[in-house]
Structures are given as C-alpha cells and as structure tokens.
C-alpha cells in the first residue's frame, strides 16, 4: 500500500491549500481514507475521515475550514483548507484503513504516506 501526498508548501495566514493523496496498491473502494496532522509539540491528530460510502466525520476543530473529499476515478483523496493559520502549520498524513473508520481512530490507522509539510506565517 502507498499512500503519496502532495500540496503542501508555505502560505500567508488567510490562505488555502489543496493537499492531495495518491494512492496505490489497496482496493480503493474498499478502505476507508482519512488526514490526521502533527503539530510541532502535539500528538498526531485526526482531521477528517472519508469512508468507501462517501460518509464523512470531521474533527471538532475543523469548523468548516476543512474539506475531504475524493476522486475514484483518480484514486485520490484530497483536503481543501481555507483560513489558514499560524497554528495549524505541521505536517499532514494521508492515511487509509479497513477498519473503522472515525476521525478519532484515524491516528492509528495502518496506513499512513509520508507526509507534506503546511507552514503558516502570520
């Protein structure tokens, strides 16, 4: 399984970014797919989760400045963040799973890409 995100870079705070992940080797359909992120001193925690029947869940901090989505066709997955802010620099993971799939498992999901780096300046 290989999970490959790109999009990330450095932005001005009020900016958006589109993150997007590849993903290979896995029944697409079948798995679960999701973004957890790690911020300088914190744990890794989940984003958002989009599971094979299109059902959603985000984390409570999303408060709508964060959007999952995904393309089978492409076999992608993507995030679209508006707003911007210093504080949600760190780098974001694309991660997948058979399992259940919640925001809050998504940290310890099996799969999981390498990441891509969000920096924030104010």
């Known amino acids: 399984v290989q999970l490959v995100e790109s999009g990330g870079g450095s932005v001005q705070a009020g900016g958006s970014l589109r993150l997007s992940c590849a993903t290979s080797?896995?029944?697409?359909?079948?798995?679960?797919k999701g973004w957890i992120r790690q911020i300088r001193g914190k744990e890794r925690e989940g984003v958002a989760t989009i599971d094979s029947d299109y059902s959603i869940t985000y984390a409570p901090f999303v408060k709508g400045r964060f959007t999952i989505s995904k393309d089978n066709t492409k076999k992608s997955v993507y995030l679209d963040i508006s707003s911007l802010q210093p504080e949600d620099t760190g780098m974001y993971y694309c991660?997948?799973?058979?399992?259940?799939?919640?925001?809050?498992?998504?940290?310890?999901?099996?799969?999981r890409g390498q990441g891509t780096q969000v920096i924030v300046s104010s």
């Open positions: 080797g896995l029944s697409y359909r079948d798995y679960c």
């Open positions: 991660v997948a799973t058979t399992n259940l799939c919640t925001v809050e498992d998504s940290p310890d999901f099996p799969f």
